[in-house]
């Protein structure tokens, strides 16, 4: 199976930037469309954005499109979600989460999952 390892979370003040990784354990990583979603404190896990396995094509959320920017290096087996013009209610845990289908951006389609990382937007 594969392990994904999320990095890069912390405590930013709103407008500012911040970028996560996700490690995968395999090579076979370049198989899988890759996935961030996020859960914020007393809120539902919702997704945020998703690349697939070539990086060719991208899918994101409304609320984050055109702040938020998802991208992979499969050489590297990691996947990258640059976070600019950051808000209070972007405050969640992030999870890296892998596909072997494609670009379905559903919790339920995911075959693995990260344990997430923190982020929190200071006003």
């Known amino acids: 199976q594969v392990q994904l390892i999320e990095s890069g979370g912390g405590l930013v003040q709103a407008g500012g930037s911040l970028r996560l990784s996700c490690a995968a354990s395999r090579r076979t990583f370049s198989n899988y469309a890759m996935n961030w979603f996020r859960q914020a404190p007393g809120k539902e896990r919702e997704f945020v954005a998703a690349?697939?396995?070539?990086?060719?094509?991208?899918l994101y959320a409304n609320s984050v499109k055109g702040r938020f920017t998802i991208s992979r290096d499969n050489a590297k087996n990691t996947v990258y979600l640059q976070m600019n013009s950051l808000k209070p209610e972007d405050t969640a845990v992030y999870y890296c989460?892998?596909?072997?289908?494609?670009?379905?951006?559903?919790?339920?389609?995911?075959?693995?999952w990260g344990k997430g990382t923190l982020v929190t937007i200071s006003s």
């Open positions: 690349i697939s396995s070539s990086g060719g094509n991208t």
């Open positions: 989460a892998a596909d072997a289908k494609y670009l379905t951006g559903v919790a339920g389609s995911m075959d693995y």
